[in-house]
């Protein structure tokens, strides 16, 4: 029978090879449910996986996906490495986007905008972000609450006062009282990158933060206190490394660029504030984090799996015909597969009678 | 700004590509005309998107092979509908629906860069020399459902289950009140909020709610068929929304209000198919069958019924609207002395008519 | 106020599920294993027990099949956790995440459909007046959900097996020291605590509003897991805590009903901020809090280690 052995040592080539493995096994495993619902796999999976990169328009819209859940997974990476556990990065994504986004409705007058001004609107997001997250931070500092469960709880709270506000004080008073706010004007727009397309600088800035955020894990010596204390708060706390700065520091930098995707969200691709900001990156990047082995440069790769699973899930209902709930099943399975397969890494398979 | 000129230049370019590419596309007039739907919940088998799937079918039955369509549902408003909508376009979709209000700038973005496409929007208020918008006048519907609701409640409370103070909600309710009160002036509706389109657990708690502050007759703006079976369970009335829930709910039912798009789908993709259609804003009510009142249930009594048709035949010939003067708000503010409310200010609405109980919630 | 009694009905109707499901993850995280699937688990059992209905006519074998499929997935995710020394917070999530997709999936030839389930009541309380309608009137999964209540209660307190299993939660390796098998011992308490998360769907979708239509479990499976924390993992408490939170949302339709003039969406976000404030008054005091919670929650244990 097949048993599982402990390793010597964790196998370096799994730990790269495990992402990639769980992508086959899940394209495996949405090809058995296509042939299942009578679907030609191979055409499902093309649908899925290469339709939508089969153009230029495509990559960019793939790339608009990208944008925010790199973004946030890569904060999200730094947290976990630190088990901070920060489970609202919904919630801080959308105060993000109430934040910049009150600024841009208070300070646009059709005829303004620019770098500075929209830089502005972007801090504020930033800021918006991390102050929502700094809530957790406190109470957790302070009281000893669990991150999760209070993060987890002002998600709800979060999205309630978009609720709020788009019925309220931030809504369009020429807009027929739809919960919407007024459209930004032009010149309050992110900049896109590629003509004619939806790709926004925020694909930069993502790129930017994963490059920095590398940087920061791997070179400087706060990212390595914040590590270590991940892996061995008792060795951290004997070498003298503050597990409350390290919480302050993860629980601030995710916060603020959850805050920051909400802010490009919100002036990049919808161009005002709605009620409904955000199809749920902030729990997507969760996954994202994970899948990308808790690596700003690793999640580089997994948000752009996720971003093609979210679009390939629409094309294979505009194209295939399948319901909606696609897409949801298959980001379930990537995980299990990723997560199934990171056991080889600490483990191997070994036939014994 | 520079970075805008040449984002506008190279947008003009592509427009004017896309011209040119369509052009001889419209030449051909034997290939079936390739119609999308976007919807914005799964189509399940009652409600908003059921209706505008219905209204699909009734299209593909009346134009046959002129037509071939395809839909997408269950997407979400906001950047995500955008990429539907452009795809559906891009896959050579010639007259696309984008059924939800909250489409409407996504809507409107995609067709300026597809010229040669007709756009259809739901419930919203911006047009385009391609875009369209059309809505029901459901409110008209309401008000004789108001009159049914009016002659069979015992205890003069009425239920109303809302999702979203917007206008188009207000205007039902406002009219379902203005029904009720013209058979009956002692009764009163009230309105709770569940501040969503559809969350049957928050829709059958609002429903009980009501019912335990005494409402005996209860209807909803909400997507699913929640408060009709609380009523039914319950042993009290309902009038059900968008779609005859009589199956769900055989003796509360009083009356459905109903929302029916086949006919002016199929007239709009005849309208592309000639060559004859113009964008415009269509509000068709019960004149035009896009709103009705069907599935009387067994308790309502004939004379009831007579005085519905009755009324309704004195809305389509003009004579009655649901908002005539004199119309006072419930604070007694005076809203319309004489005439009746025009389509501007039905957009507008932001108050409840005299009759419903309390205040809108963020004012 | 003669909605006094229909409000501590629906009150009590409306913490069933969250107490049932709480119940569950209560025992499993108890045991130091923190599952985040429960809105998943939900999803499902809700609407597998929807579909043996639908199929069967049985009510009875329709919540059997909820707790049954949802013990399933939670031994999934205990094999992947306990066994396979997985992440428990991201195969939660991932559990989670993919009960919703699935459930949707496997709901499409039922959406909109609905039940008849028959009435219940407790023969001759439930006339009494008022407390009649409010306590007695009940469908009999909710006294079953006070009964799970007690019997929960007095399996951690009184009985021998609980302290086993709240000694596993509290320190594994000295559990394992003398000798308990930890990781059966866990995987007990996970495949419980999805079971009565099944139950808790199966509930939603057969009694609470008795039709289907996808999500419809709409984040009660989120809010399980924080009233797990804000009873403090106590039985007692949770259903406090439950009828408490069910309450709140029944009381803010009412106050809407009656026209007070609050935005009703600061008033939903009251039993999230109350939550928060719970977990911020129960663990200030780090002695307190490590007598609460189960130290070992959310590590694997590895016993050849």
Known sequence: ?353 | MSGNFVRNALSAAAVALSVGVAAPALAQADQPLKVGFVYVSPIGEAGWSWQQEVGRREMVEALGDKVATQYVEDVPEGADAERVIRDLAQQGNKLIFTTSFGYMNPTLKVAKQFPDVTFVHSTGYKTADNVSVTNARFYEARYLSGIVAGKMTQSNIIGYVGAFPIPEVLQGINAFTRGIRSVNPDAEVRVIWANSWYDPGKERDAALALMGQGADVLTHHTDSTATVQVAEERGKYAVAYHSDMSRFAPKAQLVAVTHHWGDYFTDVARKVLDGTWKSNMVWGGLKEDMARVEGFGPAVPEDVRALVEEKKQEIIAGKLTPFDAPLKDNTGKVILETGSLDDDALNRMNYYVEGVAGKLPTR | MDSLAPLIASAIVAGTPLMLAGLGLLINERSGVINLGSEGMMLMGAISAFAVVVATGNFFFGFVAGALVSMLMSGFFAWLTIWLGANQVATGLALSLFGVGASAYLGLPYAGESLLPPQFGVPLLQDIPVLGQALFSHHPMVYGSLILCVAIAWFLGRTRAGLILRAVGESPTSAHSLGYNVRRIRLAAVLFGGSCCGLAGAFMSLVYTPLWVEGMVAGRGWIALALVAFATWRPYRLMAGAYLFGGITILTYHMQALGVPIASQLLSMLPYIATIVVLVLISRNSTWIRLNMPASLGKTFNPNS
């Open chain 1, 1 to 353: 029978m097949l048993v599982l052995e402990r390793r010597a040592q964790p196998s370096r080539v799994m730990a790269w090879t495990s992402p990639l493995m769980a992508v086959i096994l899940t394209a495996l495993c949405g090809s058995i449910l296509f042939m299942a619902v009578g679907k030609d796999p191979v055409a499902s999976l093309e649908v899925f996986f290469l339709e939508p990169i089969k153009d230029r328009h495509g990559w960019a819209e793939v790339g608009v996906k990208v944008a925010p859940l790199l973004m946030i997974a890569v904060g999200l990476s730094i947290c976990f490495r630190a088990n901070v556990f920060n489970i609202g990065a919904e919630g801080q994504l959308v105060v993000g986007a109430i934040t910049a986004g009150a600024l841009v409705l208070y300070l646009d007058d059709d005829s303004n905008g620019g770098f500075w001004l929209i830089s502005l609107a972007l801090l504020a997001g930033a800021l918006g972000g991390m102050a929502w997250a700094a809530i957790t931070a406190f109470l957790r500092d302070r009281f000893n609450a669990n991150e999760i469960l209070v993060s987890l709880m002002l998600v709800y709270v979060a999205e309630l006062l978009l609720s709020y506000l788009m019925h309220g004080a931030l809504m369009d008073p020429d807009g027929f009282g739809f919960p919407q706010s007024k459209l930004f004007s032009d010149g309050w727009l992110i900049p896109t990158v590629l003509s004619g397309t939806r790709l926004h600088l925020g694909i930069i800035l993502a790129l930017l933060a994963a490059v920095i955020g590398w940087l920061y894990l791997s070179r400087s010596f706060s990212g390595f206190k914040l590590q270590v204390g991940g892996i061995a708060p008792m060795a951290a706390r004997y070498a003298g490394f503050s597990s409350r700065n390290s919480l302050w520091i993860c629980l601030l930098v995710s916060g603020g660029l959850a805050g920051l995707a909400g802010a490009l969200e919100a002036m990049g691709p919808i161009g005002q504030l709605t009620p409904s900001i955000s199809p749920g990156y902030g729990f997507a990047a969760i996954i994202v984090a994970f899948v990308g082995r808790l690596h700003p440069l690793g999640v580089i790769f997994s948000s752009f799996i996720m971003a093609l699973l979210y679009i390939g899930g629409e094309l294979s209902q505009s194209r295939l015909g399948m319901p909606s709930a696609i897409t949801g099943i298959f980001q379930g399975i990537l995980l299990f597969a990723l997560l199934a397969c990171d056991v080889l890494i600490y483990n191997r398979v070994r036939w014994r009678r």
